[in-house]
C-alpha cells in the first residue's frame, strides 16, 4: 500500500511540475544596454573597444553597419568613416603566427593600436527572456555596437556593430582585470556571462526588430504595458 502511494505521489509531481513549466509564461525583448566605460565597476572593459577594432583591422572579426545588423562593413570604408590614421589603413600585418593560445603575444597584437574617440562607451544588445512563473531574467547576448565620440563637439555616432559570437571566440582567454577580486582575472566573455557589468537601457523592444531604430518606437508602448503587468 505504501509502496503505491509513493508510486502516485511521485507522478502526481512529475505531471505537476510539466503542468506548471507548461502554463509558465515567457516575456522576451530585445534590449540595447550601455556600459559606460569610465564607471569603477566597468574599467575593466577600458581594453575592449582597441581590442576589437584592431581584431577587425586584422582580419579577425565581421563589422557589421550599426544600423542593419547584417550588412557587412570592411575596415577600409569603417576607417575612412571616422578618418583613422592613414598608417591603420596601409599597416599589413601576417596574424597567422599568433593564435589566442600565444598568452601576451596575442593581447600586444590586439592592443597595437589606440582609437580613444571609441573608448567612452560599449553597447550590448541582447534578447531578455523573463520567465514571470520563476520571477528569473536569462540573457542572450547577440551584438556589441561601438560608438564614436567626437572629441571637437562630443556628438556620438554608432560606429561598427559585431556579432557577439565572433567577439566571444576573439576574447575569450584574453584576460581581464577582476574589480571584485585582484586575484581572479577574467576574459570578458565571463564578465558578460556573470554580468558584473552596470549598464542602463537605451532601446527596447518586444521582438527583435529588423533594425535597432525600431526599438526605440516601440518602447514607450512597452514600458507602460510593462507597468500595467506589475501593477496588477
Known amino acids: ?24 509564461n515567457f516575456t522576451k525583448k530585445l534590449v540595447a544596454s550601455r556600459i559606460a566605460l569610465e564607471e569603477k ?6 581594453r575592449i573597444p582597441d581590442m576589437l577594432i584592431n581584431a577587425y583591422r586584422l582580419g579577425l572579426l565581421q563589422g557589421y553597419y ?6 557587412k562593413m570592411d575596415f577600409r570604408e569603417f576607417a575612412r568613416k571616422f578618418r583613422l590614421q592613414s598608417s591603420v589603413l596601409d599597416r599589413k600585418e601576417d596574424f597567422a603566427c599568433c593564435s589566442p593560445v600565444a598568452g601576451m603575444t596575442y593581447e600586444t597584437k590586439l592592443e597595437t593600436e589606440h582609437y580613444p ?5 560599449l553597447d550590448l544588445i541582447e534578447v531578455h527572456t523573463f520567465d514571470q512563473t520563476a520571477s528569473m531574467n536569462k540573457y542572450d547576448t547577440r551584438y556589441v555596437r561601438l560608438s564614436y565620440i567626437n572629441p571637437a563637439n562630443e556628438v556620438e555616432l554608432n560606429g561598427v556593430l559585431f556579432h557577439y559570437k565572433d567577439v566571444e571566440r576573439v576574447l575569450r582567454g584574453v584576460k ?7 586575484a581572479t582575472r577574467l576574459d570578458f566573455p ?10 542602463y537601457i537605451i532601446d527596447l523592444s518586444s521582438n527583435p526588430p529588423v533594425t535597432l531604430a525600431q526599438a526605440q518606437d516601440r518602447k514607450r508602448t512597452l514600458t507602460r504595458k510593462e507597468s500595467e503587468y506589475y501593477s496588477r
Open 1 to 24: 500500500m505504501k509502496k503505491s502511494f509513493s508510486i502516485v505521489m511521485f507522478l502526481l509531481v512529475c505531471f505537476g511540475t510539466q503542468s506548471v513549466m507548461a502554463q509558465r
Open 41 to 46: 565597476m566597468n574599467r575593466p572593459f577600458q
Open 66 to 71: 550599426p544600423n542593419t545588423i547584417d550588412g
Open 117 to 121: 574617440e571609441f573608448g567612452m562607451i
Open 176 to 182: 581581464l582585470d577582476n574589480y571584485k577580486n585582484d
Open 190 to 199: 565571463q564578465h558578460v556571462n556573470l554580468r558584473m557589468f552596470h549598464s
